[in-house]
């Protein structure tokens, strides 16, 4: 294993109240990789962005990025140190326009907002969002409400992005858009964990698959070896899982 | 600083916590159903005091009698204020709330300023300088049935939300709206109680407390800011927590006085209000 | 140039003038009023508007200005020119504290604890009558004209320095509006979680708006009690100040820079007629109708939580012309 580690999960535990969320929940990310995460509802997916973004603070465990350890830094924090991540449902800042937003972003690299905004034009343009620049980020369709949301977080400079189920509801053009996108972002050196539940979409985008189930890694490797795993298979209810 | 005196003012404290358990009662009712910070309850409190005193002023009402009518009037005055004021805003953001609240505040504090004066007002009862002797300690009736009137409503206000269907109705609102109307439960009236019954509240503990108290337009302003300390700390929405918070308040502001002087009791529950922030904000029963 | 750009300039200079065109010192009065209302309304907005933090006890802020600045000038003879400072200095380092308590908190926190605040001050104030002089209040010791001492005999001086202040005030909101400071409020405001992933301290930026507000508040605190050569606990810490000072705000237009110069004007117009139409008969009934407009306009407008003021004045310079000489 050449590639260093950008970040390490160890031993996450989480609950509340009465609910496991996640539980001794153990991985790791390699630098330029994509990593896929996948697993049923309820799985503990989000939880474990909610743990390493510092938006819940773990009952035990590390989370360590680039070496250095950042669990329970709090999420402006981490986002400074170079992780940055969309959330499921997206939180546009829906009164400000679609320029105003990922502005809101690139001012993190870049105090100066006249800066900031020039940066924030070159972003929009990797998205392909520049033609809606001025428009009111609050009536967007849904597909680019996502790509705002990749833009925002790209705008802070990442080494590492953390997309949550970006492509729900996508229509096929749309998905395929996406994953172009997201690959090209790997390409350009960005280490990126997606989860999602669209299979065809993270079977294609990943390199490495980490299979969660009620809060815990139940299985890890190269998508072909994922698809075809019992483990994997059962936790989805025992629906046979066809490759589309 | 004798014992005799620390006991005198211990339990001046506790039966002032009386009071303010009543107020605080109705502001954290208010927010656990509606979810509105009500900063116009101490106003609720003036007016009750004011209605009150003029009941008394022409008809001669004592003012322990005239709770039977106070109470029922704000009941109905918190009914109209949810229905026309508070319900168009609802889903408005917090400082919209906010704002209407402060600004019934202001209009309900200036109103009686303009119709009442800003003279201070008194209520002259035969019993008002009673008191009761035990040991060192004495005790003023007033003060004292004023406590035994707010434990009184207090528990009656418990049985009503632990026993009765309506109760529980309320209660199950403060919890989770949508489930609510799922269950056939109707918010709206959910709401229209729950601000009627703080009102009522308020409006009961003016009634109690205006055979010891004076009446201004402004004395509204010391109750909401005490009731505020009381509901932070004891978890907002939460009517136990108010009650064991305002017995810590009523006592920690009578020692207050006692050890820093009478001016400064309200500075002592500023006090508190910060220790709260620091140490627990989310209150004796939230989790920390 | 752009009706943007001429309308306020055109308005500035009829500012400048305007002392020479009032009939008597009383008018000139009411406009030194209005200017300190629009600094203290523009100030408040920094946290309330743009913060999203709705403060409801600004008097603290004001009154530890007036109070810092006085007993200084009383006991050291300094010059209030540089109490000025001081005071506002105080004031800042006052918030301090305020912010680091409640920020870190989500909900009605600030607006109680900003009572007490203000509360607390103004009863400690009057409790250490020793220092203070308590409920009679503190006096600044009267040499006549002396500008050095920030004393004029006459109102004009009063007004310039008001002027200055207020269009000072709103310079500073412009200048943070398009800061990043700015911005970050802004987002917090739309939504504090997405702010916060995209790297926004917002404890941290809402402090820093608290403390400028704050610090500004302290040095109008500084002007009023140089102006007005008197200042008691109840008036420069009194509730009623502090409502004063968020209606100011709220009615002329929360988050904009200018609306809180006009709801300054609005609100001593209005205090000023119903003092006059009533000879100040019936205390209490400007607040009260004013608080009603409050209300009324609250459930006219909930969601943008009224800038129609603002959108009156955006509306009417939309209708004016570019004068000559503008570029497209």
Same mark, same amino acid.
């Given at each position: 294993?050449?590639?260093?580690?950008?970040?390490?999960?160890?031993?996450?535990?989480?609950?509340?109240?009465?609910?496991?969320?996640?539980?001794?929940?153990?991985?790791?990310?390699?630098?330029?990789?994509?990593?896929?995460?996948?697993?049923?509802?309820?799985?503990?997916?989000?939880?474990?962005?909610?743990?390493?973004?510092?938006?819940?603070?773990?009952?035990?465990?590390?989370?360590?990025?680039?070496?250095?350890?950042?669990?329970?830094?709090?999420?402006?924090?981490?986002?400074?140190?170079?992780?940055?991540?969309?959330?499921?449902?997206?939180?546009?800042?829906?009164?400000?326009?679609?320029?105003?937003?990922?502005?809101?972003?690139?001012?993190?690299?870049?105090?100066?907002?006249?800066?900031?905004?020039?940066?924030?034009?070159?972003?929009?343009?990797?998205?392909?969002?520049?033609?809606?620049?001025?428009?009111?980020?609050?009536?967007?369709?849904?597909?680019?409400?996502?790509?705002?949301?990749?833009?925002?977080?790209?705008?802070?400079?990442? +080494?590492?992005?953390?997309?949550?189920?970006?492509?729900?509801?996508?229509?096929?053009?749309?998905?395929?858009?996406?994953? +172009?996108?997201?690959?090209?972002?790997?390409?350009?050196?960005?280490?990126?964990?997606?989860?999602?539940?669209?299979?065809?979409?993270?079977?294609?985008?990943?390199?490495?698959?980490?299979?969660?189930?009620?809060?815990?890694?139940?299985?890890?490797?190269?998508?072909?070896?994922?698809?075809?795993?019992?483990?994997?298979?059962?936790?989805?209810?025992?629906?046979?899982?066809?490759?589309? | 600083?004798?014992? !005799?005196?620390?006991?005198?003012?211990?339990?001046?404290?506790?039966?002032?916590?009386?009071?303010?358990?009543?107020?605080?009662?109705?502001?954290?009712?208010?927010?656990?159903?509606?979810?509105?910070?009500?900063?116009?309850?101490?106003?609720?409190?003036?007016?009750?005091?004011?209605?009150?005193?003029?009941?008394?002023?022409?008809?001669?009402?004592?003012?322990?009698?005239?709770?039977?009518?106070?109470?029922?009037?704000?009941?109905?005055?918190?009914?109209?204020?949810?229905?026309?004021?508070?319900?168009?805003?609802?889903?408005?953001?917090?400082?919209?709330?906010?704002?209407?609240?402060?600004?019934?505040?202001?209009?309900?504090?200036?109103?009686?300023?303009?119709?009442? !004066?800003?003279?201070?007002?008194?209520?002259?009862?035969?019993?008002?300088?009673?008191?009761?002797?035990?040991?060192?300690? !004495?005790?003023?009736?007033?003060?004292?049935?004023?406590?035994?009137?707010?434990?009184?409503?207090?528990?009656?206000? !418990?049985?009503?939300?632990?026993?009765?269907?309506?109760?529980?109705?309320?209660?199950?609102?403060?919890?989770?709206?949508?489930?609510?109307?799922?269950?056939?439960?109707?918010?709206?009236?959910?709401?229209?109680?729950?601000?009627?019954?703080?009102?009522?509240?308020?409006?009961?503990?003016?009634?109690?407390?205006?055979?010891?108290?004076?009446?201004?337009?402004?004395?509204?302003?010391?109750?909401?800011?005490?009731?505020?300390?009381?509901?932070?700390?004891?978890?907002?929405?939460?009517?136990?927590?108010?009650?064991?918070?305002?017995?810590?308040?009523?006592?920690?502001?009578?020692?207050?006085?006692?050890?820093?002087?009478?001016?400064?009791?309200?500075?002592?529950?500023?006090?508190?209000?910060?220790?709260?922030?620091?140490?627990?904000?989310?209150?004796?029963?939230?989790?920390? | 140039?752009?009706?943007?750009?001429?309308?306020?300039?055109?308005?500035?200079?009829?500012?400048?003038?305007?002392?020479?065109?009032?009939?008597? %010192?009383?008018? =000139?009065?009411?406009?030194?009023?209005?200017?300190?209302?629009?600094?203290?309304?523009?100030?408040?907005?920094?946290?309330?508007?743009?913060?999203? *933090?709705?403060?409801?006890?600004?008097?603290?802020?004001?009154?530890?200005?007036?109070?810092?600045?006085?007993?200084? =000038?009383?006991?050291?003879?300094?010059?209030?020119?540089?109490?000025?400072?001081?005071?506002?200095?105080?004031?800042?380092?006052?918030?301090? %504290?305020?912010?680091?308590?409640?920020?870190?908190?989500?909900?009605?926190?600030?607006?109680?604890?900003?009572?007490?605040?203000?509360?607390?001050?103004?009863?400690?104030?009057?409790?250490?009558?020793?220092?203070?002089?308590?409920?009679?209040?503190?006096?600044?010791?009267?040499?006549?004209?002396?500008?050095?001492?920030?004393?004029?005999?006459?109102?004009?001086?009063?007004?310039?320095?008001?002027?200055?202040?207020?269009?000072?005030?709103?310079?500073?909101?412009?200048?943070?509006?398009?800061?990043?400071?700015?911005?970050?409020?802004?987002?917090?405001? *739309?939504?504090?979680?997405?702010?916060?992933?995209?790297?926004?301290?917002?404890?941290?930026?809402?402090?820093?708006?608290?403390?400028?507000?704050?610090?500004?508040?302290?040095?109008?605190?500084?002007?009023?009690? *140089?102006?007005?050569?008197?200042?008691?606990?109840?008036?420069?810490?009194?509730?009623?100040?502090?409502?004063?000072?968020?209606?100011?705000?709220?009615?002329?237009?929360?988050?904009?820079?200018?609306?809180?110069?006009?709801?300054?004007?609005?609100?001593?117009?209005?205090?000023?007629?119903?003092?006059?139409?009533?000879?100040?008969?019936?205390?209490?009934?400007?607040?009260?109708?004013?608080?009603?407009?409050?209300?009324?306009?609250?459930?006219?407008?909930?969601?943008?939580?009224? %800038?129609?003021?603002?959108?009156?004045?955006?509306?009417? =310079?939309?209708?004016?012309?570019?004068?000559?000489?503008?570029?497209?």
């Amino acid at each position: 294993m050449t590639a260093s580690l950008m970040l390490e999960v160890d031993g996450l535990v989480k609950q509340f109240g009465g609910v496991q969320a996640v539980l001794d929940l153990s991985f790791h990310v390699r630098e330029g990789e994509i990593l896929g995460v996948i697993g049923p509802n309820g799985s503990g997916k989000t939880t474990t962005f909610n743990l390493i973004t510092g938006v819940y603070r773990p009952d035990r465990g590390r989370v360590r990025f680039a070496g250095h350890d950042i669990t329970g830094l709090p999420p402006y924090e981490v986002c400074a140190r170079g992780i940055c991540r969309t959330f499921q449902i997206a939180k546009p800042f829906r009164e400000l326009t679609v320029l105003r937003n990922v502005i809101m972003g690139t001012l993190l690299r870049h105090p100066d907002p006249a800066a900031a905004e020039a940066r924030g034009h070159e972003i929009l343009q990797t998205v392909g969002l520049e033609g809606r620049a001025r428009m009111v980020a609050g009536s967007l369709t849904t597909i680019d409400q996502r790509r705002l949301e990749v833009a925002r977080a790209l705008g802070t400079g990442p +080494r590492l992005l953390l997309l949550d189920e970006t492509m729900a509801g996508l229509n096929p053009t749309e998905t395929e858009e996406a994953i +172009r996108l997201i690959a090209s972002l790997r390409n350009q050196g960005l280490t990126v964990v997606v989860v999602e539940h669209v299979m065809r979409a993270i079977m294609s985008l990943s390199d490495r698959i980490v299979v969660l189930d009620q809060g815990t890694k139940i299985a890890e490797g190269q998508p072909k070896e994922i698809s075809s795993d019992p483990r994997v298979i059962q936790a989805y209810l025992g629906v046979e899982y066809r490759r589309a | 600083m004798d014992l !005799t005196t620390i006991l005198q003012g211990l339990l001046t404290g506790i039966l002032m916590a009386g009071i303010y358990a009543l107020v605080a009662i109705g502001l954290t009712l208010i927010f656990g159903v509606v979810r509105i910070v009500n900063f116009a309850q101490g106003e609720f409190v003036m007016i009750g005091m004011y209605a009150t005193f003029w009941l008394w002023k022409a008809w001669g009402i004592d003012p322990y009698l005239s709770l039977l009518i106070t109470m029922p009037l704000l009941f109905c005055f918190g009914v109209l204020v949810q229905r026309f004021l508070f319900r168009p805003i609802l889903h408005a953001p917090d400082l919209a709330q906010i704002f209407m609240t402060v600004g019934i505040s202001v209009v309900l504090m200036n109103a009686a300023l303009f119709f009442f !004066t800003a003279d201070f007002r008194s209520v002259k009862t035969a019993y008002a300088e009673w008191a009761l002797r035990l040991g060192g300690v !004495t005790v003023s009736v007033t003060r004292l049935f004023a406590f035994l009137g707010a434990l009184l409503l207090a528990g009656l206000l !418990t049985v009503f939300l632990t026993k009765t269907d309506v109760g529980k109705a309320l209660r199950a609102v403060a919890q989770d709206r949508e489930v609510c109307m799922l269950l056939g439960i109707n918010p709206e009236r959910m709401y229209l109680l729950a601000v009627g019954l703080g009102a009522a509240l308020a409006g009961a503990a003016g009634s109690l407390i205006v055979p010891f108290f004076y009446v201004f337009p402004t004395v509204g302003v010391v109750f909401v800011l005490v009731a505020f300390v009381v509901v932070i700390l004891g978890t907002l929405g939460s009517i136990e927590g108010a009650l064991l918070a305002a017995l810590i308040v009523g006592v920690a502001e009578s020692l207050g006085i006692l050890f820093a002087g009478a001016d400064l009791g309200l500075v002592v529950v500023f006090a508190i209000l910060v220790a709260t922030l620091i140490l627990r904000p989310s209150g004796l029963m939230g989790q920390a | 140039m752009s009706p943007r750009t001429y309308v306020p300039a055109g308005f500035l200079v009829f500012l400048l003038v305007l002392p020479h065109l009032l009939p008597n %010192p009383f008018y =000139v009065h009411i406009a030194v009023m209005m200017a300190v209302f629009a600094v203290l309304g523009g100030t408040w907005n920094i946290i309330g508007g743009y913060g999203g *933090q709705l403060s409801l006890g600004h008097a603290a802020f004001f009154g530890t200005g007036a109070y810092v600045s006085t007993l200084l =000038v009383n006991a050291y003879g300094i010059s209030p020119w540089i109490t000025l400072w001081l005071g506002g200095l105080a004031a800042l380092l006052l918030s301090v %504290p305020v912010g680091i308590i409640c920020f870190r908190l989500q909900g009605p926190y600030f607006a109680i604890a900003s009572i007490g605040l203000a509360e607390a001050l103004r009863l400690l104030v009057l409790h250490f009558r020793d220092i203070t002089n308590g409920a009679q209040g503190l006096t600044v010791p009267f040499k006549g004209n002396a500008p050095w001492l920030l004393q004029f005999d006459s109102k004009f001086p009063y007004y310039y320095l008001a002027l200055v202040m207020a269009v000072g005030v709103v310079l500073i909101v412009r200048r943070m509006e398009r800061s990043r400071l700015g911005h970050y409020l802004v987002a917090i405001g *739309q939504n504090q979680d997405a702010a916060e992933a995209l790297g926004i301290n917002s404890s941290r930026a809402k402090a820093k708006a608290l403390a400028l507000s704050a610090f500004l508040t302290g040095v109008a605190g500084v002007f009023y009690a *140089q102006y007005t050569y008197v200042i008691h606990p109840d008036s420069v810490f009194g509730l009623g100040l502090s409502i004063q000072i968020a209606l100011v705000a709220i009615v002329g237009g929360v988050g904009t820079v200018l609306g809180p110069v006009l709801g300054a004007v609005i609100m001593e117009f209005f205090i000023q007629f119903t003092q006059i139409a009533f000879a100040g008969q019936y205390p209490g009934l400007e607040l009260m109708v004013y608080g009603g407009l409050l209300v009324a306009v609250i459930l006219w407008r909930p969601r943008g939580v009224i %800038p129609w003021f603002a959108r009156l004045y955006e509306g009417l =310079v939309a209708r004016l012309p570019a004068a000559r000489g503008a570029q497209a």
